[in-house]
């Protein structure tokens, strides 16, 4: 190797000081702050015909012949036939013929006084527009200058006659080719770097980097060293930037944009590079891998972000987890915004930007859903991590419409596994059975309690009600299914499914207390009116059971079963001093043969109208269920009266007076029931038909009345119509075995659908 032209060089130390300045620029803020280490500024105008001092690299390094020394590398072989800046030895009209520069480590310019240019600060400019534009350049660089044979300046544009052959034309050539050629200077990249023009200081410094592979080894160390500061500043630069991009997208574009320029500019770099190396060969410096480094800074910008809950405000009421899922959940949707309206445009789309961040919020917030799931969680935790998994995170990242567009084609998938989504489901549904069950339990001991207190149930609209318990076991057990539904799909049909199963056992608890009341209180002070409370409760069971649960649900018919089992209970118990006091009445009938019969029932009508009274206090669909039953009572007892065989009459004159008292009887027994609400139309023809047949005397018109009553009321039997034809002495055993088989061809096989013949036992 060459020995190096000049004095010792100096330059590590020339090295150190400039690495220690491009250090300071690590410390210079990204978004503005303290001031920052200046540039030298511009010298003071130099005396006229005076040699141009040359401007350092980097301040700091020393000046003159040793600083040419230490910024210029040892020549290699052959290099001897041109100077420092390209200028051959030819150029004896500027410098003498055939004579050596007077030192090979200073400038033509410096050793030519009589022509200013090229200039110390030409050659150290940052391109040629900016050199085009220094004042004190005395001819401009886009029409490169060259040098006369008198010393006089020549511009390339003046006109043929001005630059002629020779060595002046040699010379121009080799300024051109210089300046043509010349690298991006060290301190044109620093000032970039200062002025956050993060895309030109790239730019220039890939082609530093590849001006090094023409000079020698010594020179190549040094440089790249340098250049090598550079990069880590400008890396310190960019990555800072990158790493708030989701701040600066809105707040600062523009910077946003010079980085991510840089970096698309070093990927372009690493891939030219690739392209035209063999995979074997390997460089210290490329590929730079920027794009990785990328990945990484947004990975670390998004769990940053992701961790720092002090953005999110706190919600009275939720536990820890469950404002970490809240803030997880809306950083994540908010970030990803910002992410397609504002960063997405800025980058080519083989980075794919949007999928490379919305995969690390995702994987992110699985990791940490994942590590709750499979610590110990309290119930609510619990609930609030599924409704998460299978409600908000799939529904609440979509309500913006562009943030749906670009996940719907991402297919991010769930925030738990499937395994282990099962298992807190399964925690979850037994949980929330156990508690509602648990609550069930605890409101049917309050409401027997109640029972025992000596306090008349509230009335509501003039009902009496007891319908807390109803309520509060209805709500219960729609609040459970709601919350479950709200998980999901699924996970609400599961509860309500057990759920389903609940609540018959509950009501059949339910009867069971009631029934123990009913037998052990009948001293109570409110007895009946506790009865009526506890039945107006079974109402708003029956209706949230009719619409609630499919009909083929054999919960359903159980819950209906017990219901009613509770409502007839309660209606017998109710009924049960009326019909006491109506069975004396009707045997006035018998006993007085039908003489006095609408006195008799004037007193069944009156006893009767003193109870209904009473039953006013229940809600309607139960008071007309009562009244109906109080009417087929009625009607019932009149028909028992007329199957005792007590009354045998012989003439169709005495036929006639009975089925005329029966008529009117029928007539206002139909008026008092309708009258009080009753809905028991079927009953209306049973006595007025009964009337017929004993008025009627042609057997064929018999036989067809008695068709037409067992159509009505199929459940009507031989026995029965036997003894009511006891009335009719005056037909013959012939006649009355020709009625009876005309019966029993005519009944209907299917029983009735309300039974009334078939609850009269006949002796």
Not at 97 to 115: F, K, M
Not at 300 to 317: G, I
Not at 419 to 442: F, P, Q, V
Not at 689 to 699: G, V
Request: charged share 25%; hydrophobic share 35%.
């Amino acid at each position: 190797m060459r020995a190096p032209l000049g004095p010792a060089n100096p330059l590590p130390r020339a090295l150190h000081r400039r690495r220690g300045f491009l250090a300071s620029l690590w410390l210079e803020p990204i978004f503005g702050g303290e001031a920052q280490p200046e540039f030298p500024s511009p010298r003071a105008p130099r005396a006229a015909g005076s040699p141009p001092p040359r401007p350092p690299l980097i301040a700091g390094l020393p000046r003159g012949p040793a600083a040419s020394a230490a910024r210029r590398p040892a020549s290699p072989p052959g290099a001897a036939a041109h100077g420092p800046i390209g200028i051959r030895n030819g150029s004896e009209g500027c410098i003498g013929a055939n004579r050596q520069l007077e030192d090979p480590l200073t400038s033509v310019a410096e050793q030519v006084p009589a022509c200013p240019e090229p200039s110390g600060e030409d050659i150290w400019s940052r391109d040629q527009e900016k050199m085009s534009e220094r004042p004190e350049a005395a001819c401009r660089p886009s029409r490169a200058s060259s040098i006369t044979s008198n010393g006089s300046c020549t511009s390339a544009g003046d006109s043929p006659e001005k630059g002629k052959k020779g060595i002046k034309g040699i010379l121009t050539s080799a300024l051109k080719k210089m300046k043509k050629s010349k690298p991006p200077s060290v301190k044109q990249v620093i000032d970039l770097l200062e002025e956050q023009k993060l895309f030109d200081a790239a730019q220039h410094l890939i082609v530093l980097e590849k001006s090094l592979s023409s000079k020698s080894e010594e020179g190549l160390n040094a440089s790249q060293q340098d250049i090598e500061s550079l990069y880590e500043v400008l890396k310190h630069k960019v990555f800072s930037i990158l790493k708030d991009s989701l701040l600066l997208a809105k707040t600062n574009p523009e910077l946003l944009q010079q980085a991510i320029e840089a970096l698309k500019e070093q990927e372009k770099e690493d891939q030219n590079y690739m392209s035209e190396n063999p995979p074997d060969q390997s460089m210290q410096f490329r590929p730079r891998k920027w794009k990785e480094l990328w990945m990484a800074t947004v990975k670390e910008s998004v769990e940053t972000r992701m961790k720092d809950t002090s953005h999110t405000p706190r919600t009275e009421n939720l536990s820890t987890v469950g404002q970490n899922l809240l803030h997880m959940g809306k950083t994540m949707r908010e970030d990803l915004t910002v992410v397609v309206k504002y960063m997405k445009q800025l980058y080519p789309p083989e980075f794919n930007v949007f999928s490379t961040y919305a995969e690390l919020y995702h994987n992110y917030f699985a990791s940490q859903a994942t590590k709750n799931a499979e610590s110990h969680l309290e119930d609510k935790d619990i609930y609030l991590l599924l409704s998460w998994v299978h409600s908000i995170y799939p529904k609440d990242m979509r309500k913006e419409h562009v943030l749906a567009e670009e996940l719907e084609k991402l297919k991010l998938g769930s925030l738990l596994p499937s395994s282990l989504s099962k298992e807190l489901e399964r925690k979850y549904l037994d949980s929330e059975e156990a508690t509602i069950k648990n609550s069930l339990s605890k409101c049917l001991d309050k409401e027997i309690q109640r029972w025992k207190e000596d306090k008349e149930p509230e009335k509501l609209n003039g009902h009496f009600q007891s319908e807390l318990l109803a309520i509060f076991v209805i709500q219960s057990i729609y609040s459970g299914q709601k919350r479950a539904k709200d998980i999901s799909t699924a996970v609400g049909e599961e509860l309500s499914h057990r759920l389903s199963k609940e609540l018959p056992a509950f009501l059949k608890s339910y009867k069971d207390a009631f029934e123990d009341f009913k037998e052990k209180s009948k001293k109570h002070r409110y007895y009946k009116p506790i009865l009526i409370a506890n039945i107006n409760n079974c109402w708003n069971f029956r209706d949230y059971t009719e619409k609630n649960m499919a009909e083929k649900d054999d919960n359903k018919a159980s819950i209906l079963s017990t219901l009613s089992d509770i409502e007839n209970s309660g209606f017998d118990v109710l009924l049960q001093q009326l019909f006491v006091q109506l069975k004396p009445i009707y045997k006035k009938f018998t006993e007085n043969k039908w003489d006095s019969s609408n006195e008799i029932m004037n007193e069944i009508i009156n006893t009767t109208s003193k109870h209904i009274s009473d039953f006013r206090t229940l809600k309607d669909p139960f008071y007309h269920a009562i009244v109906e039953k109080i009417h087929a009572r009625l009607v019932k007892e009149y028909i028992v009266r007329l199957l005792k065989r007590k009354v045998c009459l012989k003439t169709p004159a005495q036929q006639q007076n009975l089925a005329q008292h029966i008529s009117r009887n029928a007539a206002d027994l139909e008026a008092f029931c309708t009258s009080n609400g009753s809905q028991a139309t079927w009953l209306n023809s049973a006595l007025p038909k009964l009337a017929e047949i004993i008025r009627l005397q042609d057997l064929g018109a018999i036989k067809i009345e008695v068709a037409t009553l067992a159509t009505t009321y199929p459940d009507i039997r031989k026995r029965h119509l036997e003894a009511f034809l006891h009335i009719k002495a005056n037909l013959s055993r012939g006649e009355l075995k020709s009625i009876l088989g005309y019966l029993a061809d005519s009944t209907a096989s299917t029983p009735p659908v309300v039974p009334l013949f078939s609850n009269i036992n006949v002796s």
